[in-house]
């Protein structure tokens, strides 16, 4: 009985979906500005702001995931070879889980930005000595946008990340 009903249990039981963001990260000289994206209206969560990212289709890794939502989105294409490291984990109270990457990014690559209006209603270029200033907030103000939630959560483990390397 019981390996039975473990079976039945283990197909109705939910999956955690699986997402991929990058953070790009814009270096002009000494300055460096974190790139997110205004979710378009229309789609979950819309008016909030995020990194590139999305679910990690059959046979792609997390890494591919994240570059192939960061062309679709920003337009931007880069390989994840590219990609400086991951961040933790985010785990929401869901159960979905987020692979965070991180990402540089040429003022050049920015120049030609073509969002996808169906995904992205702004671009939003922060300078990275907002989130510096306060690293452990749970959000973060910006030009009438509030950054919070799991967004505000890559950038705490980012600004950690970016202070014990001493930028």
Same mark, same amino acid.
């Given at each position: 009985?019981?390996?039975? +009903? ?5 197909? @109705? /039981?939910?999956?955690? #979906?699986?997402?991929? &963001? ?11 500005? +974190?790139?997110? *994206? &205004? ?14 990212? /999305?679910?990690? *289709?059959?046979?792609?890794? #997390? ?5 192939? *939502? ?9 390989? %994840?070879?590219?990609?400086? /490291? ?17 990402? &540089? ?7 030609? +930005?073509? @969002?996808?209006?169906? *995904?992205?209603?702004?671009? +939003?270029?922060? #300078? ?6 306060? %690293? ?29 390397? /001493?930028?």
């Amino acid at each position: 009985m019981e390996n039975a +009903l473990r079976e039945q249990l283990a197909e @109705s /039981g939910r999956s955690a #979906p699986a997402y991929a &963001v990058v953070i790009p990260v814009i270096r002009d000289g000494e300055h460096a500005m +974190l790139l997110l *994206e &205004v979710r378009a209206a229309g789609i979950p969560q819309a008016g909030d702001p995020c990194f590139p990212g /999305g679910r990690i *289709e059959a046979g792609e890794t #997390p890494a591919q995931a994240a570059a192939r *939502e960061m062309a679709e989105e920003l337009g931007i294409r880069v390989d %994840p070879a590219r990609f400086l /490291g991951q961040l933790p984990t985010v785990h929401t109270p869901l159960g979905e889980k987020t692979d965070v990457f991180v990402c &540089v990014v040429t003022p050049e690559e920015t120049s030609g +930005l073509r @969002s996808n209006p169906a *995904e992205v209603s702004e671009v +939003l270029r922060v #300078p990275m000595e907002l989130f510096l200033s306060r %690293p452990n907030d749970r959000s973060f103000p910006f030009r009438g946008h509030d950054i919070w939630g799991m967004t505000a959560g890559a950038i705490r483990h980012l600004c950690a990340a970016w202070m014990r390397a /001493g930028l």
